[in-house]
Every structure is written in C-alpha cells, then in structure tokens.
C-alpha cells in the first residue's frame, strides 16, 4: 500500500556532507512514522533517526545526534537524512521505513541506498 524510494547515496570525503531522500508514493495519507535506518559492513541494522508525519516531532541514534537532521515535505510525501561532519563510521547501507495507520512497527522498506565515507 506504500512504496519507498531512496536516492542520494554515494561516497563523500570524512567531513563532509550528504543529502538522502525518500520518495513515498500509494496510500501516503495512512503513513504515520518514517525512519531512516542503516547496516553498516559486517553489522546489523541499527537505528538512525524517525520522524512524524503530521507533527515532524523528531528522534535521533545517540551516533548521530548533532550531525543528522531528519526532515519531510508533505506536499511532497519526501523524507530527508541530511548527513554532516560524516565520519568513516558512518559507512552503511541506508534504509527508509515507514510506519502504515495504527501499525506499530515498519512495515514498508525502501530498496536501500549505499552511503560511503572516506577517511
């Protein structure tokens, strides 16, 4: 009922800056929550930062906290990761979810998109 794409990976110098994007696209008025999560290499997936659809109330991984801004455009049905100061620790797959109605977990995942920093 909801689809996900992610653009905006690549790979970017420690320091530097990077921009994701999450495109929703189906029944969009039902999503609740969006989330930006990642794998880093040999890892699992952790959590990196949510955001509500309605409200934009805001929560972040103590890892990135300071150094990510997690946004959306409704008019838009988009969801952002703004990455800065990104660090080599940083390296992962990165991953948009989102929460459908009353559901409390994630249900609908993006294809995933590779970010890659440099030391």
């Known amino acids: 009922q909801v689809q996900l794409v992610e653009s905006g990976g690549g790979l970017v110098q420690a320091g530097g800056s990077l921009t994701l994007s999450c495109a929703a696209s189906?029944?969009?008025?039902?999503?609740?929550?969006m989330a930006w999560f990642r794998r880093p290499p040999g890892k699992e997936r952790e959590f990196v930062a949510t955001i509500t659809w309605s409200f934009g109330s805001t929560s972040y991984a103590d890892s990135v906290e300071g150094r990510f801004t997690i946004s959306r455009d409704n008019a838009k049905n988009t969801a952002y990761l703004q990455m800065n100061s990104l660090k080599p620790e940083d390296t992962a797959v990165y991953y948009c979810?989102?929460?459908?109605?009353?559901?409390?977990?994630?249900?609908?995942w993006g294809q995933g998109t590779q970010v890659t920093v440099s030391s």
């Open positions: 189906g029944r969009t008025y039902s999503i609740y929550k």
């Open positions: 979810a989102a929460t459908y109605g009353r559901s409390p977990t994630f249900d609908y």
